[in-house]
Protein backbone atom coordinates (compact mmCIF):
# COMPACT_ATOMS: atom_id res chain seq x y z
CA UNK A 1 0.00 0.00 0.00
CA UNK A 2 3.17 2.59 0.66
CA UNK A 3 4.49 1.65 -2.51
CA UNK A 4 1.66 2.45 -4.28
CA UNK A 5 0.84 5.99 -2.58
CA UNK A 6 4.38 6.54 -2.99
CA UNK A 7 4.40 5.67 -7.20
CA UNK A 8 1.27 7.85 -7.14
CA UNK A 9 3.44 10.98 -5.23
CA UNK A 10 6.19 10.71 -7.64
CA UNK A 11 4.21 10.56 -10.93
CA UNK A 12 1.79 13.66 -9.80
CA UNK A 13 5.36 15.14 -8.99
CA UNK A 14 6.68 14.42 -12.42
CA UNK A 15 3.54 15.78 -14.03
CA UNK A 16 3.15 19.18 -12.10
CA UNK A 17 7.13 19.62 -12.75
CA UNK A 18 6.86 18.92 -16.77
CA UNK A 19 3.97 21.33 -16.84
CA UNK A 20 6.31 23.87 -14.86
CA UNK A 21 8.90 23.50 -17.26
CA UNK A 22 6.65 23.73 -20.17
CA UNK A 23 5.47 27.25 -19.32
CA UNK A 24 8.72 28.26 -17.90
CA UNK A 25 10.39 27.21 -21.07
CA UNK A 26 7.31 28.98 -23.69
CA UNK A 27 7.31 32.27 -21.29
CA UNK A 28 11.11 31.88 -22.24
CA UNK A 29 10.74 31.34 -25.86
CA UNK A 30 8.25 34.56 -26.18
CA UNK A 31 10.64 37.08 -24.01
CA UNK A 32 13.16 35.82 -26.78
CA UNK A 33 11.01 36.61 -29.29
CA UNK A 34 10.45 40.19 -27.92
CA UNK A 35 14.21 40.56 -27.62
CA UNK A 36 14.82 39.24 -31.66
CA UNK A 37 11.96 41.31 -32.88
CA UNK A 38 13.06 44.87 -31.13
CA UNK A 39 13.45 47.29 -33.84
CA UNK A 40 13.27 50.84 -33.94
CA UNK A 41 9.86 51.48 -32.69
CA UNK A 42 11.53 51.53 -29.27
CA UNK A 43 13.67 54.10 -29.85
CA UNK A 44 10.78 55.91 -31.62
CA UNK A 45 8.85 54.92 -28.19
CA UNK A 46 11.80 56.23 -25.94
CA UNK A 47 12.03 59.70 -27.86
CA UNK A 48 8.13 60.44 -27.07
CA UNK A 49 8.26 59.63 -23.43
CA UNK A 50 11.35 61.41 -23.08
CA UNK A 51 10.47 64.34 -24.34
CA UNK A 52 6.63 64.29 -22.90
CA UNK A 53 5.74 68.01 -21.40
CA UNK A 54 3.42 66.50 -18.95
CA UNK A 55 3.05 62.36 -17.53
CA UNK A 56 3.01 58.89 -19.22
CA UNK A 57 -0.51 57.33 -18.85
CA UNK A 58 -0.79 53.75 -18.66
CA UNK A 59 -3.89 52.63 -19.61
CA UNK A 60 -5.24 48.71 -20.11
CA UNK A 61 -8.24 46.41 -19.27
CA UNK A 62 -7.68 43.20 -16.81
CA UNK A 63 -4.27 41.10 -17.28
CA UNK A 64 -3.32 44.07 -19.03
CA UNK A 65 -4.17 46.58 -17.04
CA UNK A 66 -2.49 44.95 -13.76
CA UNK A 67 0.95 44.87 -15.62
CA UNK A 68 0.24 48.65 -16.40
CA UNK A 69 -0.37 49.64 -13.03
CA UNK A 70 3.59 47.66 -12.30
CA UNK A 71 4.69 49.44 -15.07
CA UNK A 72 3.11 52.95 -14.61
CA UNK A 73 5.11 52.57 -10.62
CA UNK A 74 8.31 51.77 -12.09
CA UNK A 75 8.24 54.82 -14.21
CA UNK A 76 7.08 57.07 -11.33
CA UNK A 77 9.95 55.64 -8.88
CA UNK A 78 12.58 56.34 -11.02
CA UNK A 79 12.13 59.79 -12.72
CA UNK A 80 9.55 59.73 -15.28
CA UNK A 81 6.21 61.27 -13.94
CA UNK A 82 3.34 58.32 -14.49
CA UNK A 83 0.09 57.00 -13.35
CA UNK A 84 -2.76 54.05 -14.39
CA UNK A 85 -5.82 55.57 -15.69
CA UNK A 86 -8.35 52.86 -15.71
CA UNK A 87 -10.42 52.38 -18.76
CA UNK A 88 -13.70 52.02 -17.37
CA UNK A 89 -13.16 54.24 -14.75
CA UNK A 90 -11.98 57.20 -17.67
CA UNK A 91 -15.53 56.82 -19.34
CA UNK A 92 -16.98 58.37 -16.38
CA UNK A 93 -14.69 61.40 -15.91
CA UNK A 94 -11.17 60.33 -15.39
CA UNK A 95 -10.61 61.06 -18.90
CA UNK A 96 -10.13 64.59 -17.13
CA UNK A 97 -6.55 63.52 -15.67
CA UNK A 98 -5.19 63.69 -18.89
CA UNK A 99 -3.85 66.00 -20.81
CA UNK A 100 -2.40 67.27 -24.19
CA UNK A 101 1.06 66.96 -22.78
CA UNK A 102 0.47 63.67 -21.74
CA UNK A 103 1.86 60.65 -23.78
CA UNK A 104 -0.86 57.71 -23.07
CA UNK A 105 0.52 53.88 -23.62
CA UNK A 106 -2.40 51.75 -23.89
CA UNK A 107 -2.49 47.78 -23.81
CA UNK A 108 -4.31 45.15 -25.21
CA UNK A 109 -3.01 41.93 -26.39
CA UNK A 110 -5.71 41.47 -28.79
CA UNK A 111 -6.10 45.26 -29.63
CA UNK A 112 -9.92 44.81 -29.63
CA UNK A 113 -10.62 45.70 -25.54
CA UNK A 114 -13.71 47.52 -25.93
CA UNK A 115 -13.25 49.56 -22.82
CA UNK A 116 -10.03 51.17 -24.58
CA UNK A 117 -12.20 52.65 -27.15
CA UNK A 118 -13.42 56.20 -24.77
CA UNK A 119 -9.20 56.80 -24.50
CA UNK A 120 -8.67 56.18 -27.96
CA UNK A 121 -11.11 58.25 -29.43
CA UNK A 122 -10.45 61.19 -26.79
CA UNK A 123 -6.50 60.81 -27.61
CA UNK A 124 -7.18 61.56 -31.68
CA UNK A 125 -9.61 64.21 -30.76
CA UNK A 126 -7.32 66.06 -28.43
CA UNK A 127 -3.70 65.27 -30.43
CA UNK A 128 -2.48 63.24 -27.32
CA UNK A 129 0.33 61.15 -28.05
CA UNK A 130 -0.48 57.41 -28.33
CA UNK A 131 1.91 54.17 -27.87
CA UNK A 132 -0.09 51.26 -28.45
CA UNK A 133 1.45 48.04 -26.77
CA UNK A 134 -0.55 44.79 -28.91
CA UNK A 135 0.42 41.75 -30.76
CA UNK A 136 -1.52 42.52 -33.67
CA UNK A 137 -0.77 45.76 -35.08
CA UNK A 138 -3.93 45.74 -37.50
CA UNK A 139 -6.07 45.80 -34.28
CA UNK A 140 -8.13 48.95 -33.20
CA UNK A 141 -5.37 49.67 -30.72
CA UNK A 142 -2.78 49.53 -33.47
CA UNK A 143 -4.64 51.55 -35.87
CA UNK A 144 -4.97 54.20 -33.39
CA UNK A 145 -1.45 53.84 -32.13
CA UNK A 146 1.46 56.67 -33.54
CA UNK A 147 3.67 54.00 -32.26
CA UNK A 148 3.01 50.40 -31.71
CA UNK A 149 4.94 48.51 -29.84
CA UNK A 150 4.13 44.86 -30.91
CA UNK A 151 4.20 41.91 -28.83
CA UNK A 152 5.33 37.98 -29.81
CA UNK A 153 2.79 36.76 -30.90
CA UNK A 154 3.20 33.15 -29.73
CA UNK A 155 0.17 32.03 -27.45
CA UNK A 156 -0.50 31.47 -24.19
CA UNK A 157 2.12 29.12 -22.10
CA UNK A 158 -1.35 27.54 -19.71
CA UNK A 159 -2.53 24.48 -21.12
CA UNK A 160 -5.53 25.49 -22.34
CA UNK A 161 -3.84 28.57 -24.58
CA UNK A 162 -6.51 30.98 -22.96
CA UNK A 163 -4.72 32.51 -19.80
CA UNK A 164 -2.68 35.26 -19.89
CA UNK A 165 1.01 34.09 -19.49
CA UNK A 166 2.94 34.87 -22.15
CA UNK A 167 1.53 37.82 -23.24
CA UNK A 168 1.64 39.59 -19.68
CA UNK A 169 5.28 38.30 -19.45
CA UNK A 170 6.53 40.11 -22.46
CA UNK A 171 4.11 42.96 -21.74
CA UNK A 172 6.14 43.25 -18.16
CA UNK A 173 9.45 43.02 -20.33
CA UNK A 174 8.42 45.85 -22.20
CA UNK A 175 7.82 48.18 -19.53
CA UNK A 176 11.06 47.09 -17.65
CA UNK A 177 12.92 47.80 -20.89
CA UNK A 178 11.60 51.31 -21.27
CA UNK A 179 11.90 51.67 -17.70
CA UNK A 180 15.58 50.85 -18.26
CA UNK A 181 16.26 53.09 -21.15
CA UNK A 182 14.55 56.33 -19.70
CA UNK A 183 16.55 55.91 -16.23
CA UNK A 184 20.08 55.66 -18.85
CA UNK A 185 19.02 58.15 -20.75
CA UNK A 186 18.13 60.33 -18.22
CA UNK A 187 21.27 59.49 -15.87
CA UNK A 188 18.66 58.77 -12.86
CA UNK A 189 21.17 58.09 -9.73
CA UNK A 190 21.10 56.02 -6.66
CA UNK A 191 20.53 59.51 -4.91
CA UNK A 192 18.09 59.88 -6.99
CA UNK A 193 16.47 56.49 -6.51
CA UNK A 194 16.47 56.93 -2.92
CA UNK A 195 14.73 60.07 -2.78
CA UNK A 196 11.68 58.12 -4.46
CA UNK A 197 12.16 55.14 -1.28
CA UNK A 198 12.73 56.71 1.68
CA UNK A 199 10.54 53.90 3.16
CA UNK A 200 11.31 50.12 3.99
CA UNK A 201 14.60 48.57 3.24
CA UNK A 202 15.10 50.31 0.00
CA UNK A 203 14.93 53.65 2.21
CA UNK A 204 17.33 52.22 4.45
CA UNK A 205 20.29 51.24 2.00
CA UNK A 206 20.22 54.15 0.37
CA UNK A 207 20.20 56.79 3.27
CA UNK A 208 22.43 59.64 3.23
CA UNK A 209 25.32 59.95 5.94
CA UNK A 210 23.89 63.91 6.29
CA UNK A 211 20.46 61.61 7.60
CA UNK A 212 22.43 59.99 10.40
CA UNK A 213 25.10 62.22 11.40
CA UNK A 214 25.93 63.86 14.41
CA UNK A 215 26.19 67.70 14.22
CA UNK A 216 26.93 70.68 16.35
CA UNK A 217 27.63 70.28 19.73
CA UNK A 218 27.01 66.73 19.20
CA UNK A 219 30.66 66.25 17.79
CA UNK A 220 33.25 65.55 19.94
CA UNK A 221 36.04 67.77 18.57
CA UNK A 222 39.17 69.49 20.10
CA UNK A 223 42.09 71.78 18.98
CA UNK A 224 44.80 69.65 18.14
CA UNK A 225 47.24 70.81 20.65
CA UNK A 226 44.78 69.37 23.51
CA UNK A 227 46.11 68.55 26.51
CA UNK A 228 44.99 64.08 26.75
CA UNK A 229 43.32 64.81 30.07
CA UNK A 230 40.37 67.22 28.07
CA UNK A 231 40.70 64.35 25.59
CA UNK A 232 39.26 61.69 27.71
CA UNK A 233 36.87 64.12 28.84
CA UNK A 234 35.65 65.08 25.48
CA UNK A 235 35.81 61.12 24.54
CA UNK A 236 33.55 60.38 27.61
CA UNK A 237 31.02 62.80 27.36
CA UNK A 238 30.15 62.67 24.08
CA UNK A 239 30.14 59.14 24.21
CA UNK A 240 30.98 58.15 20.24
CA UNK A 241 34.09 56.56 20.88
CA UNK A 242 36.62 59.13 19.29
CA UNK A 243 37.33 62.85 19.42
CA UNK A 244 38.20 65.08 15.76
CA UNK A 245 41.28 67.14 16.16
CA UNK A 246 41.42 70.30 14.39
CA UNK A 247 43.93 72.73 13.36
CA UNK A 248 43.76 76.79 14.06
CA UNK A 249 41.82 76.77 10.88
CA UNK A 250 38.94 74.52 12.09
CA UNK A 251 40.75 71.71 9.57
CA UNK A 252 40.64 68.10 10.61
CA UNK A 253 44.08 67.04 10.91
CA UNK A 254 43.53 64.14 13.17
CA UNK A 255 41.41 61.72 15.24
CA UNK A 256 41.75 59.66 18.09
CA UNK A 257 39.39 56.56 19.30
CA UNK A 258 39.05 54.76 22.36
CA UNK A 259 40.87 51.84 20.41
CA UNK A 260 43.83 54.14 20.01
CA UNK A 261 43.86 55.36 23.50
CA UNK A 262 44.08 51.60 24.94
CA UNK A 263 46.80 50.51 22.34
CA UNK A 264 49.19 53.30 23.70
CA UNK A 265 48.05 53.51 27.71
CA UNK A 266 51.05 54.56 29.87
CA UNK A 267 51.43 56.51 32.94
CA UNK A 268 53.22 59.57 30.83
CA UNK A 269 50.17 59.83 28.10
CA UNK A 270 48.44 62.34 30.23
CA UNK A 271 51.04 64.57 29.41
CA UNK A 272 50.98 65.12 25.92
CA UNK A 273 49.11 66.26 23.58
CA UNK A 274 46.76 65.13 21.32
CA UNK A 275 48.84 66.15 18.15
CA UNK A 276 51.53 63.78 19.74
CA UNK A 277 49.39 60.98 19.22
CA UNK A 278 46.09 61.44 17.20
CA UNK A 279 45.80 59.60 13.89
CA UNK A 280 46.53 61.90 11.30
CA UNK A 281 44.68 62.39 7.71
CA UNK A 282 41.83 59.91 8.89
CA UNK A 283 39.44 58.32 6.55
CA UNK A 284 36.61 61.08 6.14
CA UNK A 285 33.27 60.92 4.41
CA UNK A 286 30.89 63.57 2.80
CA UNK A 287 27.37 64.38 3.70
CA UNK A 288 25.94 63.51 0.53
CA UNK A 289 27.47 59.99 0.08
CA UNK A 290 25.12 57.16 0.60
CA UNK A 291 25.13 55.04 4.21
CA UNK A 292 25.85 51.89 2.94
CA UNK A 293 28.97 53.08 0.95
CA UNK A 294 30.16 54.23 4.18
CA UNK A 295 29.50 50.62 6.00
CA UNK A 296 31.77 49.22 3.02
CA UNK A 297 34.71 51.54 3.96
CA UNK A 298 34.06 51.21 7.69
CA UNK A 299 34.25 47.15 7.19
CA UNK A 300 37.35 47.09 4.90
CA UNK A 301 39.18 49.46 7.47
CA UNK A 302 38.32 48.14 10.41
CA UNK A 303 37.04 51.19 11.39
CA UNK A 304 33.72 52.29 13.52
CA UNK A 305 33.40 56.11 13.33
CA UNK A 306 34.02 58.31 10.46
CA UNK A 307 34.27 62.32 10.33
CA UNK A 308 32.46 63.92 7.81
CA UNK A 309 34.43 66.84 6.01
CA UNK A 310 33.35 69.87 3.60
CA UNK A 311 36.03 71.72 2.28
CA UNK A 312 38.65 69.88 5.21
CA UNK A 313 36.31 71.05 7.89
CA UNK A 314 34.17 68.67 10.38
CA UNK A 315 30.70 69.03 10.13
CA UNK A 316 29.66 65.60 11.35
CA UNK A 317 30.27 62.67 13.16
CA UNK A 318 28.84 59.22 12.30
CA UNK A 319 29.02 56.08 13.91
CA UNK A 320 28.41 52.18 13.07
CA UNK A 321 25.63 51.54 15.39
CA UNK A 322 24.32 54.73 13.77
CA UNK A 323 24.22 53.07 10.59
CA UNK A 324 22.91 49.98 11.94
CA UNK A 325 20.63 50.64 14.13
CA UNK A 326 18.93 52.20 11.05
CA UNK A 327 19.00 49.04 8.76
CA UNK A 328 22.12 49.86 6.86
CA UNK A 329 24.01 46.41 6.21
Known sequence: MTNILENKISDKSKLDKDCAIRTI????????KLRDELDDTFTQALDLMQSAKGRIIITGMGKSGHIGKKIAASLASTGTPSFFVHPAEASHGDLGMITEDDVVIAISNSGESRELVDILNYCKRFGIKLIAITKNAESSL????????????????CPLGLAPTNSTTATLVLGDILTAGLISRKGFTKSDF?????????GSILQ??????????????????????D????????????????????ELTGMLTDGDLRRCLCAEILSKKAIDVMT?????????????????????????NMFV????????????HD???NGVV
Do not use: F, W, Y
Open 142 to 157: GKAGDIVLKLPNNGEA
Open 280 to 304: KNPKTASKDMLASEVVKIMNDKKIT
Open 25 to 32: NSEIDTII
Open 194 to 202: NDRHPGGKL
Open 231 to 250: VLIEMTSKRLGCVGLINSMG
Open 309 to 320: VEDKKPIGVIHI
Open 323 to 325: LLG
Open 208 to 229: RVKDLMHTGSDMPILNENSNMQ
